[in-house]
């Protein structure tokens, strides 16, 4: 892999898989990409001619953080089955609203929802949608900002627009989401939402890896509290057997 060309933190990398973290407002992939702007262009320009990527999940385009690319066709038929399986494990950051007319302790938990994209959009109904389940593990003060808060999602289904459909409807909008809450326009608007970590098994192997980067500069500065809950879910994991990867990444920075 040409990590010069590539120029993006690459925090692990087998014959068969790599996982980089993807910055915020570039696209994954794109149907069209004459200029190879996505991430799926620009891995396939700095890999060797042997490696075939392609991608078995996705990041919005405003979204960043841990994206796992397959580099051959067993490895990317492996992945499918395994997230079809519901084997991956990912934990999310957002930036939400903070909650007004309850209590942050109220959201911790299991919420489950039945979404219909529409029109470019996730909407909640009551029949005739995908259930989409969440779990929200930690709700914290964001430190530079009153009436907005940190929240740290594990989702346990994939569905488009998932965080931030589930968010809304429960009255706590991701901060400058124009689709789900009010924003103040995109010139200014400061919406985050990041995939921090990730377990799942590599191809060929049992054990399973976890994915994330703990000193990523680009992460928002979190409340110690809510860091904790992170830490500990993390230190969890690799009690339980999981090999914890992405501690020293290499590539080069967002571009």
């Excluded at 192997?205 to 500065?221: A, G």
């Amino acid at each position: 892999m040409d990590r010069i060309r590539l120029n993006l933190p690459i925090l692990m990398e087998t014959p068969h898989e790599m996982a980089v973290i993807k910055p915020s407002g570039m696209a994954t992939e794109l149907s069209r990409d004459p200029k190879g702007k996505s991430l799926l262009s620009r891995v396939k320009a700095a890999a060797p001619a042997t490696y075939h990527p392609k991608l078995p999940h996705r990041l919005d385009r405003v979204s960043r953080g841990v994206v796992v690319l397959a580099l051959d066709s067993e490895s990317i038929a492996f992945h499918n089955a395994q997230i079809q399986d519901r084997a991956w494990d990912k934990i999310y950051l957002a930036r939400c609203l903070a909650p007004v007319e309850q209590n942050a302790d109220e959201l911790i938990g299991k919420h489950k929802l039945h979404l219909r994209p529409q029109a470019g959009r996730a909407r909640v109904v009551r029949s005739g949608g995908k259930q989409a389940l969440s779990e929200i593990l930690a709700v914290a003060p964001t430190p530079d900002r009153d009436g907005e808060s940190h929240v740290l999602i594990r989702l346990l289904t994939g569905r488009f627009h998932q965080i931030r459909a589930t968010m809304a409807h429960l009255g706590i909008p991701l901060v400058d989401d124009w689709l789900y809450g009010t924003s103040p326009g995109r010139d200014s608007e400061r919406f985050y939402l990041e995939h921090t970590a990730l377990r799942f098994p590599p191809f060929g192997s049992s054990t399973p890896c976890i994915v994330h980067w703990s000193e990523d500069p680009h992460r928002e500065r979190i409340d110690p509290l809510l860091k904790a809950c992170l830490d500990e879910l993390l230190a969890r994991w690799e009690n339980e057997g999981a090999i914890r990867m992405g501690g020293h990444p290499e590539g080069g920075h967002h571009a």
